[in-house]
């Protein structure tokens, strides 16, 4: 698509139960990021996929975070038992890595997750 | 620890002037720093980026300094206007570990509100 796509673009969910946020980056975008916002905060680094492996997950905050890129396009972040801590605006940005050097990137809209 | 700053009130001028924002770090040594753009309810919009020998990068009104032995960016925007009211974060990338990738680290973003 011409943008990053992610959907939904609002959730509501209730403590403890299970979420899934999707991101459909550029095509031929081969770098795929999630971050994470917090209301005056900046994105906060949570995963990045270079294709279809997780390159580097140290940004994933414990194990109730997951994410995957099965065919190297389209990302779904996954959160289990939902905690109020974890809203937040879900950001997905994809860029056009070419080897070591700068990523811009391009960043969806979001999608924000609240948990009451 | 590694830390990105930028000033968290709002900076408030007069359109027509020029718009002046901070983006200072510790224990950083990044070989890129890149500026977004960031509107209520958006993802952050790439508007430039310099390299760590690089002092100075201009575009249209924008224009970005980096000082590596003060460990600062300067984001410059002439004769603003009302519509470039946004959040502007700085985004730093360091040298990763051989193999490693290069990710982009956020500001807190600063808020600039021009005023007609």
């Known amino acids: 698509g011409a943008g990053v796509s992610q959907t939904p673009s609002n959730k509501v969910t209730e403590k403890g139960k299970y979420v899934e946020l999707r991101c459909d980056p550029i095509?031929?975008?081969?770098?795929l990021y999630w971050y994470r916002q917090s209301l005056g905060q900046g994105p906060e680094f949570l995963i990045y996929?270079?294709?279809?492996?997780?390159?580097?997950d140290s940004g994933l905050p414990n194990d109730r975070f997951f994410a995957v890129r099965p065919e190297g396009s389209v990302s779904t972040l996954k959160i289990q038992r939902t905690e109020r801590g974890d809203s937040a605006v879900y950001l997905c940005?994809?860029?056009?890595?070419?080897?070591?050097?700068?990523?811009?990137?391009?960043f969806g809209a979001g999608s924000r997750l609240t948990v009451l | 620890s590694q830390k990105i700053e930028q000033n968290s009130e709002a900076l408030n001028i007069q359109e027509g002037k020029t718009a002046t924002l901070t983006c200072n770090y510790t224990?950083?040594?990044?070989?890129?720093l890149q500026w977004y753009r960031q509107d209520p309810g958006r993802g952050p919009v790439f508007l430039l980026l310099?390299?760590?020998?690089?002092k100075e990068k201009r575009k249209e009104r924008l224009k970005v300094t980096f000082d590596t032995t003060l460990k600062q960016s300067l984001f410059h925007i002439t004769a603003s206007q009302p519509a470039d009211s946004a959040t502007y974060l700085c985004?730093?990338?360091?040298?990763?570990?051989?193999?490693?990738?290069?990710?982009?680290?956020f500001g807190r973003g600063t808020s600039l509100i021009v005023h007609p």
């Open positions: 940005a994809s860029s056009l890595q070419l080897g070591f050097s700068a990523n811009v990137l391009t």
């Open positions: 095509s031929g975008h081969t770098a």
């Open positions: 996929f270079q294709g279809t492996g997780a390159a580097d």
């Open positions: 224990n950083y040594s990044p070989a890129y």
């Open positions: 310099i390299r760590e020998n690089e």
């Open positions: 985004a730093l990338e360091a040298r990763p570990p051989s193999g490693g990738s290069y990710i982009p680290t």
